[in-house]
């Protein structure tokens, strides 16, 4: 009887552990959300939007550093997402299983570990020097791809894994060859996943700052990028270099450029969960 | 979805391939360096715009050093710089066939810095900042009256900027005859800001950064005199730019090479509005003017290094 009393209490009590360690980490979330909001909210029109930076505090805009973040974000998914998911479609259903696939399997994971600006470096030699791209949207877009590479192949193969054998021997037992199995079996059974991982790693580059600082990007640009090879500027460098002015000024506007920047990663959150709900119930 | 892939993958590949280098050079500037100097430099690429708005001037900040090793590669016109050249970075720019002019746009004053409610400290001394900071203090001096023995027994809590920062080089520089050389247990932020925050909380706290961050939090802060031998003296417009502020205040620079000058004469004019300019736009960024002499004789310095490389 005693006993289980105790069981019982036990559970109660990790139950309210659960419960206030959840918590704690939204309220402070909602905290640091709610401070910016409120330092930021008013300071967001039109004119923020589309104004170049300036001394003055009051007249700057984020037009440039957005425009650059834009940039930057289509061309990494241009570059990541073919390599990536082509290497975990290899990896997953063409590799033989050995030592050479389990020690490429440990490294990707080690690479998705690797502090950023690591790549920036490699990113600074490789794209900008050697590849001569310049401090240049592309060579900041491949940076970035390598940096999220990793984890586009990470999670590609598991939702590539999730698909149920049964497919697969169904494919193969009417005729399929591997690559149409994959094509028209997994990729579509899989796509949500792929995305819901694409995204959020997405989400991750659009945040960066190191690596793009290390490959040369700028602080001030009176242009928005026409090219690949444009100079650029990213919301992440504008907001740091806005934070660290003296004038107060300047805090609401990073205030307000992270509630951009917060909108665009929401955003693409949302596309990502939409994405994965509506290719979930076409399986289904 | 083999659309989507083959599309996409194709795109990647006109990305990779169509795109030849594209000369950068043109008729843009580029400038990059010390972000203390940055404002500055923003404030006159903001203005000069309006004078010609065909000139793309961009402006990186990787610190004074990063902006050097750029400006010695020849890959920007222009270096911003919270401190002049050093040996090995010339030497550099020498084996490059770099030459180049350096000009005076601005003075910094770095203010020491207390809690509005500390009642004991106007003024302090050369020697007893050394006391507080040198390496040796490390561990050791750990309370006021260690400093002053009039000052409170209490606990003495320390603010100033990281060693990856230009004003940590120099405030060391000054006070403890070697850039760098400093005690390592003080609460260091390279964002002045947080050290704004630091003391302004602090009764015990004293600090030391950006004479325009205390210009902006002058509610929050006691402005505390440094006397470098010849009395008390606090920082101010007119302390910094006469130098009677020693040895709290310091010069910043640009630096311009001179094949920029042969090349494109654009930067020719930028450096001369800049010149003309920047005296009435320092204000809005915190920074002190020199004195008109002192801008007549960058200006001239400069007309001379711009003729003697065009006759070249």
Known sequence: MNNIKANRLKDQIFKFWGIACTLLGLVLLAIFIGSILIDGLQRIDWDFITSLPSRKAERAGIYTALMGSVWVLVLTTIIALPLGIAAAIYLEEYARKGKLSSLLEVNISNLAGVPSIIYGLLGLEIFVRILEMGSSVLAGSFTLALLILPIVIVSTREAIKAVPQSVRDGSFALGASKWQTVARQLLPASFGGILTGVILALSRAVGETAPLIVIGALTYVPFAPESPMDEFSVLPIQIFNWISRPQEGFEVNAAAAIIILLLITFLMNGIAVFFRNKWQKKLG | MKKILFTSAMAFLMFACGNNKKDSSGSGISIDGSSTVYPVTEAIAEEYRNEDSEVDV??????????????????????????????????????????????????????????????????????????????????????????????????????????????????????????????????????????????????????FFGLAYYAENSNKLKLVGVDGGEGCVEPTAETVSNGSYAPLSRPLFVYVNSSSIQNNPKVIDFMEFYLEEVPSLLKDVGYVPLTEEEYKRERKKFSNFVEQNKAE
């Open chain 2, 58 to 207: 961009t402006i990186g900040v990787s610190g004074t050093g990063g902006g050097f090793q750029k400006f010695g590669r020849g890959d920007i016109d222009i270096a911003n710089a919270s401190r002049s050249i050093k040996e090995d970075e010339k030497a550099i720019a020498a084996e490059n066939n770099i030459k180049f002019i350096e000009l005076e746009v601005a003075y910094d004053g770095l203010a020491v810095i207390a809690h509005p409610e500390n009642d004991w400290l106007d003024c302090i001394t050369v020697e007893e900042l050394k006391t507080i900071w040198e390496p040796a203090a490390q561990g050791k001096i750990k309370r006021w009256n260690q400093i002053r023995s009039e000052w409170p027994d209490e606990e003495i809590h320390l603010y100033g900027p990281g060693v990856a920062s230009g004003t940590f080089d120099y405030f060391t520089e000054a006070i403890n005859g070697k850039s760098g050389s400093s005690r390592g247990d003080y609460t260091a932020s390279e964002d002045d800001n947080v050290l704004v925050q630091g003391v302004s909380g602090d009764k015990y706290g004293l600090g």
